[in-house]
């Protein structure tokens, strides 16, 4: 898979260029005017380079999805735009605004959870991993889509997962400086360990493969701890008892997803973590289910798998948008 890209504090020019183009596009498409070949010529540009997607999907994360700071600026361009357009006169000095306006935002958001996962020190992107050895031997593991900031100190070792995965098998150094992984719903402490780290939106799953690991929710003073061969889930408020660690829990380090009686829709929500764009599931075929082991290392071949196992058919609008549904 890809390599590792380290952003230190500040985005590279290169993600501001296809930020400012697709707030551009952002605004064209909000024009009154806008016509059928505008929306056309978006879509060639979103489809030209997985960096201008990736630069699309930022923007509409800004303006839609995150709640901003007050004074991170852009807030209110897309409610200002629909009411500023009246005529393709309008359009050039619009997109400067757009772009001005949204670029402002997308870096303001550097205090937000988004921002925290675009300028962080190290980032992978979707379908890429990395290996990582840290300054104590610690072996560091980052999954698809994954951001982490690492900070070591003579108190203590942490890393401040973002987004995404991890595997952690920590060094063999003595216990004095404490081992954590810190996530938006709590902390990690590891005991001398190999553990698994995934955030979603909703909670985060540890599965431990050495030692033991202690999962301390944010909002509550609980301690669970979770040992060798156990997997747990714990959100904000607790931690769910532990369970035994499920088979291929860690494959996707071997580039390897392993299904057993797996739900399509949790399927193609795995796979959807290793392909740009947006991969569905039409809710007709969701409860079906798939096992089997299927290559991550190339997402639209697991995807074709699926269609021959079972009767489903993937239905493409462009390159980066598929859907699952019934054959016909």
């Known amino acids: 898979m890809g ?6 504090r500040e985005p590279a020019q290169s993600d501001i260029d296809h930020i400012e183009t697709a707030a551009g596009w952002m605004a064209r498409l909000l024009a ?43 807030t209110k361009v897309l409610e200002r735009a629909h009411k500023a357009v009246t005529s393709r006169r309008q359009f050039l000095n619009l997109s400067i605004f757009m772009a001005a306006g949204l670029t402002a935002a997308w870096l303001g958001a550097s205090r ?12 992978t992107g979707v379908g890429e991993t990395r290996e990582l050895t840290l300054e104590d031997g610690t072996r560091l593991v980052l999954n698809t ?29 003595s216990p004095r400086r404490r081992f954590s992984v810190t996530t938006r719903f709590g902390e990690l402490v590891a005991l001398g360990t190999e553990f698994n780290v995934r955030q ?14 202690e999962a301390r929710p944010a909002g509550s003073g609980q301690i669970q701890r979770v040992g060798a061969g156990q997997q747990a889930r714990f959100d904000s408020t607790q931690a769910d008892a532990p369970q035994r660690l499920q088979a291929g829990a860690t494959s996707w380090r071997q580039g390897k997803l392993v299904a057993e009686g797996m739900r399509v829709a ?17 809710s007709a075929v969701a409860d079906l289910t798939i096992s089997g082991v299927f290559s991550l290392e190339n997402a639209d071949r697991a995807l074709e798998s699926l269609a021959r196992s079972l009767p489903v058919e993937l239905s493409y609008r462009t390159a980066y948008w ?5 054959a016909h």
């Open 322 to 326: 598929v859907k699952v549904v019934p």
């Open 145 to 173: 889509d994954t951001a982490v900031d690492i900070d070591f100190s003579a108190r203590e070792r942490r890393i401040q997962l973002h987004q995404g995965e991890i595997l952690v098998a920590t060094g063999p150094e």
């Open 200 to 213: 979603n939106e909703r909670h985060i799953q540890v599965s431990v493969l050495e030692g033991a690991v």
């Open 266 to 282: 949790d399927f193609v929500e795995e796979i959807a973590r290793y392909r740009p764009g947006f991969t569905l599931c039409d």
């Open 3 to 8: 390599s590792l890209r380290p952003y230190g």
């Open 32 to 74: 009154d005017d806008v016509s059928e070949q505008d929306r056309t010529n978006c879509q060639q540009w979103r489809e030209q380079d997985p960096r201008h997607e990736r630069a699309w999907q930022r923007m509409c994360q800004v303006s839609g999805k995150f709640s901003l700071p007050a004074n991170a600026g852009g």
């Open 112 to 123: 937000t959870r988004l921002g925290g996962s675009l300028l962080a020190q190290y980032r």
